[in-house]
């Protein structure tokens, strides 16, 4: 894998009560590598309205991934198959203490493309927010892309 990557990121939620998922998805530049055993993406988060960036750096291995935003966002959340785990996510708004009790991780790694997909329930101040999926695809950038 190259250093130079692009980064298809979807984030699925099935909010309480609602039908059908609210979808996020993105497609960025990025840069990964690999380090003690762990692999690494890290790319810059334009938010709507601010002219602040966050920086994004997820790192994944086994059964474990961690999703570290700073800047205009600040949150390190944790993802480990099988547990949950409590972090407090920081917004322009405001604090919010969210709960992250992950399903399934799986990562499916070959030459050229790394698939992480994340099965999780989220909480908001101990309340059940949504049952939520993370899924990348990350490629070498002259490959190109898709969700």
């Known amino acids: 894998m190259d250093k130079e990557v692009l ?6 939620q099935y909010a309480v009560g609602e039908e059908g998922a609210e979808a996020l998805e993105t497609i960025t530049a990025a840069e ?4 003690s055993g762990s692999r690494y993406v890290i ?3 334009v938010t709507e309205g601010y002219s602040d960036t966050t920086k994004n750096i997820i790192k994944f291995k086994d059964s474990l991934v961690e999703v570290t935003k700073k800047g205009l966002m600040n949150v390190h959340m944790v993802f480990e198959e099988n547990k949950k785990n409590m972090t ?3 917004t322009p708004f405001g604090n919010i203490l969210i709960g992250i009790d992950t399903g399934k991780i799986s990562i499916e790694e070959a030459d050229d493309a790394i698939k992480v997909n994340v099965d999780y329930t989220l909480e908001a101040n101990y309340e ?3 049952d939520c999926k993370i899924e990348m695809n990350i490629r070498n950038r002259e490959q190109g892309i898709s969700l």
């Not at 980064?7 to 699925?12: D, N």
């Open 88 to 90: 407090t996510y920081g």
């Open 43 to 45: 790319y810059d988060e």
């Open 128 to 130: 059940h927010l949504a």
């Open 7 to 12: 980064l298809a990121l979807k984030g699925l």
């Open 32 to 35: 990964y590598y690999e380090r």
